[in-house]
């Protein structure tokens, strides 16, 4: 990839910036930068098209350019504003989650990005991706299965909220965590084999102490996302209607 920016970069201005998946990738985030580079441009320049390219032109302060991996890339806060207006609200999420896990932008500078942002083209996306974002959140799958259950109207879940039992002694830290009624939710990812002895333990101790564990994969997610939402929709509203008794 390192080699295909490389030889972007030498037919495009010298004002060209990398933006938009391009720009997170180059920031380090876990993105597919898809299969055409996307550039913003001075709008003074009349370059519109470039073969293998998505270009754009905006104008960009100073602050709004920095340099990653040796390009000109947007800014973080910059990047977020073009993924949350060109990608869906899940996957910008994604990408916002994980520029704030990795401590890419803090969610106070996130903030104050949007104040600065006001009026401007996008900002209205970026708000509602900020309403969303999650910095505990450890994985883009994560964010996707909470992201399901937010938009089909399901309470937010805590993220990674860790659980002790009644002497103090840590159970678990479930992915997603509903503690009004005691229910964590897990993605089963590739990682998850690797680590099976573990993680059988840990759902026992959860178990044991009176916690309901929902397991769910990609595939659940993306080919039965309705069977999802309406599996923990149906331990929701059973354990309202449930006392569970944890263990000592």
Known sequence: MVLKLQAALGRLAPAAVFSGRTAAWLHGL????GERIEV????????????????????????????RRGFPVT????????????LSLTEAVVIADMALH????????????????????GVKRLRRVALHVEP???????????MLLILARLP??????????????????PDLYYPDVRLAIEYDGGTHRSTLVQDNRRQNRLVH????????????????????????????????????KPAA
């Open 102 to 121: 990795a401590k890419l932008i803090h969610p106070e500078a996130l903030r104050r990005s949007i104040q600065g942002y006001e009026g401007v083209w």
């Open 75 to 86: 800014s973080a806060p910059r990047t977020l504003l073009d993924v949350s207006c060109r």
């Open 209 to 244: 102490a009176g916690i309901r564990l929902l397991r769910f994969t990609a595939g659940d997610i993306y080919n039965s996302p309705g069977s999802v939402v309406a599996l923990v929709r149906g331990h929701l509203n059973e354990s309202v209607h449930t006392t569970v």
């Open 40 to 67: 913003t441009i001075p709008k003074s320049l009349g370059v519109t098209t470039r073969s293998g390219m998505i270009v754009r032109r905006s104008a960009l302060a100073a602050t709004e350019v920095v340099r």
């Open 156 to 173: 937010k879940p805590h993220a990674q909220a860790p659980i002790h039992d009644r002497s103090g002694r840590f159970l678990g830290r």
């Open 136 to 146: 505990a959140s450890e994985s883009p799958m994560e964010t996707r299965l909470r």
């Open 30 to 33: 876990d993105v597919d930068p």
